[in-house]
Nanobody, 114 residues
């Protein structure tokens, strides 16, 4: 089970850090990442980190502003979001994948507005 938190209301240009905690399993062998779904839009990938070499991927829209990281010991996944824009407003979900096993967190709402 994954539990995401850290969302909230922030002004444009502000920062937030999302956290995703795993319970019942470790994240060591999972590819993990963040997705988001804005109102009226499809869910899209934001960032992910591999299970093997910790290589990372970022969507073009967040490159240079968002940073994904994991803490293996604490079974946590993070997304540091800086220079937030109104178009970053969405529900953010964490996801873990290992082979055919997929787990989603419940989502946390990020609203960027003045």
């Amino acid at each position: 089970q994954l539990q995401a938190c850290g969302g909230g209301l922030v002004q444009p240009g502000g920062s937030l850090r999302l956290s995703c905690a795993a319970s019942g399993f470790t994240l060591d062998d999972y590819a993990i990442g963040w997705f988001r779904q804005a109102p009226g839009k499809e869910r899209e990938g934001v960032s992910c980190i591999s299970s093997s070499d910790n290589s990372t991927y970022y969507a073009d829209s967040v490159k240079g502003r968002f940073t994904i990281s994991r803490d293996r010991a604490r079974k946590m996944l993070y997304l540091q979001m800086n220079s937030l824009k109104p178009e970053d407003t969405a529900v953010y979900y964490c996801k873990a994948v290992r082979g055919l096993i997929t787990s989603w967190g419940q989502g946390t709402l990020v609203t960027v507005s003045s």
